[in-house]
């Protein structure tokens, strides 16, 4: 088992900067991925940027060149470094971890992040 503690939200003016972490509760050895997703009011959850553990990136149109993703494997967390902030972006943020070879996925308990115009 794999504990996600996600840390970072909060509220933010319109054009402003956050940074999300999540740390996970073990070194994962094995071939991965780690994303954030997000999920506003009423949609659905849906993924935002995701890295695998070798740093290959990928990103939702909505937020390329505004958000960037990261990761430290030395202290197995992953970040979300978000810039032009929009209200558009207000939504619970969800860490990820997925195991590419047994599948298995890993979730953390959500961070809320509110942009006000």
């Known amino acids: 088992q794999v504990q996600l503690v996600e840390s970072g939200g909060g509220l933010v003016q319109a054009g402003g900067s956050l940074r999300l972490s999540c740390a996970a509760s073990?070194?994962?050895?094995?071939?991965?991925?780690m994303a954030w997703y997000r999920q506003a009011p009423g949609k659905q959850r849906e993924l935002v940027a995701a890295?695998?553990?070798?740093?290959?990136?990928n990103y939702a149109d909505s937020v390329k060149g505004r958000f960037t993703i990261s990761r430290d494997n030395a202290k197995n967390t992953v970040y979300l470094q978000m810039n032009t902030l929009k209200p558009d972006d207000t939504a619970v943020y969800y860490c990820?971890?997925?195991?590419?070879?047994?599948?298995?996925?890993?979730w953390g308990q959500g961070t809320q992040v509110t942009v006000s115009s």
């Open positions: 890295i695998s553990d070798g740093g290959t990136t």
């Open positions: 073990r070194s994962i050895s094995s071939a991965n991925v």
């Open positions: 990820n971890l997925r195991l590419v070879v047994s599948g298995s996925n890993y």
